[in-house]
């Protein structure tokens, strides 16, 4: 393989391990958040013992998504130097408070939670919380604000070859940042409530403290619901935003290769022939892609032939038409994905009210397995929304070919990239074990005023952090 080819896995494979433990963070945080509020508010030790006991869990990921982070940043300076010149003067500020954000802010105030119990007051250690949770979804949101730049670039000049920012209120204005990060942020609580909703699944099914497990599940649930309908709906706009910014994805993400008639309907399975340009044996919808697009049964969708054409025409010769059965297939598994979580989360807040987890056991197997769901979806949807760009890392700006390091070999890259996987191996290992370890552990019941029985033990956290 070339340069380019080993660059692109190695970034996609650290990457797509990295955003494993990026919602999950943000997720597990904010409900956590949500838990100790309850018992705060109702003083109910039941709930002081749920959010220790996923707390700790929150830790384990946290701490390991920290690292996945810092090897993925590694290779800006390794396989990307020329991208990171061409872009440093434009993501620097986003990423220095992103910076500021995950390893001051977030550190800080989860050092104060973790080591607060019994010291502090109730109120000022459950803001701590609080702060952590705000933390995270703000690190999410500086990331994002460069990678919307990538998708949509604007607030810049170039300037000697180079990027540079004219604008900061232009970037964290940008339309496309705007239905990114709520995508992103409520698929991350989405994570987050299916992984709290799995284990306590698990945990309600072999009879483990089944008061407690219940009402983890049904907070859960809530949580999972209300996100699930925000993902679809920040979801339709980006689609619709496409339309404008990045037609060429959305005709790959539907196997369009003409400009379709008025209205176009909505392909939901097909045979795609990229060798022959054609889309056959298709199941579609009537006139659902231009509701889709236009939220009426007519507009005009641009198909990938013409695309390229008019491309070719604007940005010279080239191949523009991006890996078109990527790009439908994974469209098509981030909605299944999303549209099973919505199923699962209304019927278990449903069942989670009636009080009837118990007596349905397929459902509760179903949620333990239902624990994959976010992560297929999650890792489809940056698979379509990275590889749709293509080949452009920067839209219309700078193509990928060009952002490789000059002087990087075939031979280097396939070095860090075995480096990199065999330490990702590792980690994912350790984390596996480390979960399995706390989640297998039966909670006994603590008797209420006693600090004996507290099972947020601190030499045990103390190991964990």
């Known amino acids: 393989m070339d340069v380019l080819s080993l660059a692109r896995i190695q970034f996609a494979s650290t990457t797509i391990f990295h955003y494993f433990f990026v919602p999950v963070s943000i997720g597990l945080a904010f409900t956590i958040a949500i838990m100790q509020t309850v018992y705060v ?101 500086w990331i994002l604000s460069a990678n919307a730049f990538m998708q949509s670039p604007v607030g810049y000049d170039i300037v000697d070859g180079r990027a540079q920012m004219a604008d900061f209120k232009a970037i964290l204005t940008n339309p496309h940042l705007w239905v990114e990060f709520p995508h992103v942020l409520f698929a991350a609580l989405l994570t987050g409530a299916f992984v709290i909703a799995g284990i306590s699944a698990w945990k309600i099914g072999r009879k483990h403290d089944i008061s407690m497990f219940k009402q983890s599940f049904k907070i859960s649930m809530v949580v999972a619901s209300i996100a699930a ?80 054409e008019a491309y070719t025409e604007k940005y010279g010769p080239g191949n523009y038409i991006p890996p078109v059965k990527t790009i439908f297939w994974t469209f098509r598994t981030m909605v299944a994905a999303g549209g099973l979580m919505l199923l699962l989360s209304l019927y278990g807040w449903y069942a989670s009210r009636k009080g009837s987890l118990d007596k349905h056991p397929f459902f509760l197997k179903m949620m333990v397995f239902g624990i994959t769901l976010p992560f297929i979806g999650n890792t489809a949807g940056w698979i379509m929304t990275e590889m749709g760009r293509q080949p452009w890392i920067v839209f219309g700006v700078m193509k990928t070919e060009d952002a490789v390091s000059p002087s990087v070999t075939a031979n280097e890259v396939l070095f860090s990239l075995i480096s990199f996987s065999s330490i990702y191996l590792i980690l994912a290992g350790l984390t596996i074990y480390l979960f399995a370890k706390e989640i297998k552990k039966d909670e006994p019941a603590q008797k209420k005023g006693t600090a004996e029985n507290d099972p947020f033990d601190k030499e045990e956290m103390i190991s964990v952090s």
């Open 41 to 141: 508010v109702k003083n109910d030790d039941m709930y002081k013992r749920m959010t220790q006991f996923f707390g700790k869990l929150f830790l384990i990921n946290f701490a390991v998504g920290v690292v996945t982070g810092i090897l993925q940043e590694f290779q800006f300076g390794m396989n990307w130097s020329t991208y990171s010149r061409f872009v440093g003067d434009v993501f620097g500020p986003s990423l220095a408070i992103e910076g500021l954000l995950a390893f001051f802010m977030e550190s800080t105030f989860i050092g104060i939670w973790v080591f607060g119990w019994d010291r502090l007051p109730k109120k000022v250690h459950l803001a701590s919380i609080w702060l952590v949770s705000i933390g995270t979804i703000m690190s999410a949101f």
């Open 229 to 308: 309908v925000f993902v679809m709906i920040f979801g339709h706009q980006s689609a619709q935003l496409l339309i404008k910014e990045q037609p060429m994805k959305l005709a790959a993400a539907e196997g369009l290769w003409d400009t379709s008639d008025d209205p176009a309907p909505f392909t939901v399975i097909a045979n795609i022939d990229t060798d022959k340009k054609e889309t056959t044996g298709g199941l579609e919808i009537p006139y659902m892609l231009s509701l889709l697009s236009f939220n009426k049964f007519s507009g005009e969708i641009q198909g990938m032939n013409q695309l390229q």
